[in-house]
């Protein structure tokens, strides 16, 4: 340490919720801090500062301050892995301190991956179903891995006991309620018509888009048409 190094003569807190601190020195600018990594530091009035221990203060608030913004995202909603490490590079931090950021959350039990992709099938199937290929796309732009979504699409329809059968049905269901009069009345005609062709058409593309293939667009298009007919 060199007689020139620079002493903290104030330490001015910052905000209302005085989460930050500005440090002043007896020479050169202020500069501000979160309180935790001051803390840590255990460095007060009075101290030199010598260049070692100001980068050394600056790592632990880079830190500090990553660690907060992950705390704050999380706190609107659980995120993925991959969720979260996007959003805090959108916010400016270095890739291998959110990396050792999230290794840290994990370990105390604040990122699970498979948590939050088995509430978020969970949420779908009760407010808005979708069949098993949409829910694996949908988690799959949450960074969520193959394993683990087909993991949590398992467990959640058992626990839920509920079949693609059933959600294609509960599908289609909600789209014949939706429909006018003339569209209903297009897809109950039992002759081919341009009008039929369309109305089938909306239906396997609506069903599509929400996951359903195969054998449970084949039932979702039967319930459909049982219900367009009987509306006639």
Same mark, same amino acid.
Request: with cysteine; aromatic share 4%.
């Given at each position: 340490?060199?007689?020139?190094?620079?002493?903290?003569?104030?330490?001015?807190?910052?905000?209302?919720?005085?989460?930050?601190?500005?440090?002043?020195?007896?020479?050169?600018?202020?500069?501000?801090?979160?309180?935790?990594?001051?803390?840590?530091?255990?460095?007060?009035?009075?101290?030199?500062?010598?260049?070692?221990?100001?980068?050394?203060?600056?790592?632990?608030?880079?830190?500090?301050?990553?660690?907060?913004?992950?705390?704050?995202?999380?706190?609107?909603?659980?995120?993925?892995?991959?969720?979260?490490?996007?959003?805090?590079?959108?916010?400016?931090?270095?890739?291998?301190?959110?990396?050792?950021?999230?290794?840290? +959350?994990?370990? %105390? #039990? !604040?990122?699970?991956? &498979?948590?939050?992709? =088995?509430?978020? /099938?969970?949420? @779908? *199937?009760?407010?808005?179903?979708?069949?098993?290929?949409?829910?694996?796309?949908?988690?799959?732009?949450?960074?969520?891995?193959?394993?683990?979504?087909?993991?949590?699409?398992?467990?959640?329809?058992?626990?839920?006991?509920?079949?693609?059968?059933?959600?294609?049905?509960?599908?289609?269901?909600?789209?014949?309620?939706?429909?006018?009069?003339?569209?209903?009345?297009?897809?109950?005609?039992?002759?081919?018509?341009?009008?039929?062709?369309?109305?089938?058409?909306?239906?396997?593309?609506? +069903?599509?888009? %929400? #996951? !359903?293939?195969?054998? &449970?667009?084949?039932? =979702?298009?039967? /319930?459909?048409? @049982? *219900?367009?007919?009987?509306?006639?």
């Amino acid at each position: 340490m060199s007689s020139a190094d620079p002493l903290i003569t104030r330490i001015q807190p910052q905000g209302q919720r005085g989460l930050k601190v500005l440090i002043h020195l007896d020479e050169g600018e202020p500069f501000e801090l979160m309180l935790e990594a001051l803390e840590q530091s255990r460095l007060g009035i009075g101290d030199a500062l010598p260049a070692n221990k100001r980068h050394h203060l600056l790592d632990a608030d880079a830190n500090v301050r990553v660690r907060h913004a992950a705390f704050n995202l999380l706190s609107y909603r659980a995120r993925t892995h991959q969720e979260l490490r996007r959003r805090l590079r959108q916010k400016g931090f270095h890739a291998a301190r959110i990396d050792a950021c999230l290794d840290l +959350l994990q370990e %105390r #039990g !604040f990122l699970d991956d &498979e948590a939050v992709a =088995a509430a978020f /099938v969970r949420d @779908r *199937l009760r407010h808005r179903p979708r069949g098993r290929a949409r829910l694996s796309a949908e988690l799959r732009t949450k960074g969520v891995a193959p394993d683990v979504t087909q993991r949590a699409i398992e467990q959640v329809f058992e626990d839920e006991q509920v079949t693609d059968h059933q959600l294609a049905e509960e599908v289609a269901k909600g789209w014949v309620a939706r429909q006018n009069a003339a569209a209903l009345a297009a897809l109950a005609q039992d002759t081919h018509s341009p009008e039929r062709d369309k109305a089938r058409r909306r239906l396997n593309g609506y +069903l599509a888009r %929400r #996951g !359903f293939r195969g054998e &449970e667009q084949r039932h =979702a298009n039967e /319930v459909a048409l @049982r *219900l367009a007919k009987e509306q006639r």
